[in-house]
Nanobody, 127 residues
Framework: VQLQASGGGLAQSGGSLRLSCRGS????????IAWFRQAPGKEREGVAC???????TYYADSVKGRFTISRDPVNAVYLQMDRLKPEDTAVYYC??????????????????????WGQGTQVTVSS
C-alpha cells in the first residue's frame, strides 16, 4: 500500500506543471487525497484536497485560482499548477488517511498525525 507522487521539475515563473499521484496496492478512488508541500526550512503546507465522495475540492489560499486538483477513475489524482511562482518551490507529496479516522479528511489539516504519504516530487520555480 503506497502513494507515489511524480511530475515535478523545473519551471519558470508564470509557467505550469502537472503532478500525478498514484496508488499501488489499493484503490485510490476510495480515499480523499490531499497534496501538501514542504520547502527547505519551512513547515509543511497543505495545498489542496479532493473528496472521494463527491469530488469536492479544497485549496489553500496561497494557491487558490492557480492550482487545480482532479482525479480520474483509473487510480490517479492530479495537481495542475499554473501561474507558478518562485515561492511554490518545494517538495510536493500526496497523502491520505488509510484508517479513515476523520469524518471529512478534506476539512484538514493536511497532513495530520497518522496520515500516510510516499516519496515526494521536487518542484522548482525560477524567477
Amino acid at each position: 500500500v503506497q502513494l507515489q507522487a511524480s511530475g515535478g521539475g523545473l519551471a519558470q515563473s508564470g509557467g505550469s506543471l502537472r503532478l500525478s499521484c498514484r496508488g499501488s496496492g489499493f484503490n485510490l478512488g476510495y480515499y480523499d487525497i490531499a497534496w501538501f508541500r514542504q520547502a527547505p526550512g519551512k513547515e509543511r503546507e497543505g495545498v489542496a484536497c479532493i473528496s472521494s465522495a463527491d469530488g469536492s475540492t479544497y485549496y489553500a489560499d496561497s494557491v487558490k485560482g492557480r492550482f487545480t486538483i482532479s482525479r480520474d477513475p483509473v487510480n490517479a489524482v492530479y495537481l495542475q499548477m499554473d501561474r507558478l511562482k518562485p515561492e511554490d518551490t518545494a517538495v510536493y507529496y500526496c497523502a491520505t488517511d488509510f484508517q479513515l479516522r476523520r469524518l471529512s479528511y478534506c476539512s484538514g489539516p493536511w497532513p495530520d498525525a497518522g496520515d500516510s504519504w510516499g516519496q515526494g516530487t521536487q518542484v522548482t520555480v525560477s524567477s
